[in-house]
C-alpha cells in the first residue's frame, strides 16, 4: 500500500475528526492527537510495505520461476501476503 504524505494527512484527520464528532474521547490538545493519528497511519504504511516487500520476496524464491502479475503470481502473492500480515497481528 503506497499512500502519499497528502493522503495519510487526510486519513489523519477523518480519523480525529470522526472520533470526536462519534463523542468516543476529548481532546485536550488536538494537534497532538492529529499529530498521534498522523504517526500512527505512518507506521501501519512503512509495515505494510514490508509486508509486502516480504510477500514479493517469497513468490520470487520459488524454484519454478513464478512470472510477476501472472494469474500464478497473484495468487501465490496474496497466499504470503495475508501469512505475513498474520504473522504480524493484522488479521481481518
Known amino acids: ?4 504524505e497528502e493522503r ?3 486519513w489523519a484527520h477523518l480519523l480525529t475528526d470522526s ?3 462519534d ?3 476529548d481532546y485536550t490538545d488536538e494537534d497532538q492527537a492529529l499529530r498521534l493519528a498522523k504517526k500512527a497511519i505512518q507506521e501501519f504504511v512503512k509495515e505494510d510495505l514490508e509486508i509486502e516487500t516480504k510477500a514479493k520476496a ?3 524464491s520459488l524454484k519454478r ?7 500464478e503470481w497473484e495468487i501465490m502473492f496474496k497466499k504470503y ?3 505475513e500480515r ?3 497481528g493484522q488479521e481481518k
Open 1 to 4: 500500500m503506497i499512500l502519499s
Open 8 to 10: 495519510q494527512s487526510h
Open 19 to 21: 472520533v470526536w464528532n
Open 23 to 25: 463523542d468516543l474521547v
Open 58 to 60: 517469497k513468490v520470487a
Open 65 to 71: 520461476g513464478v512470472i510477476e502479475g501472472s494469474p
Open 81 to 83: 501476503y495475508e501469512e
Open 86 to 88: 498474520r504473522k504480524h
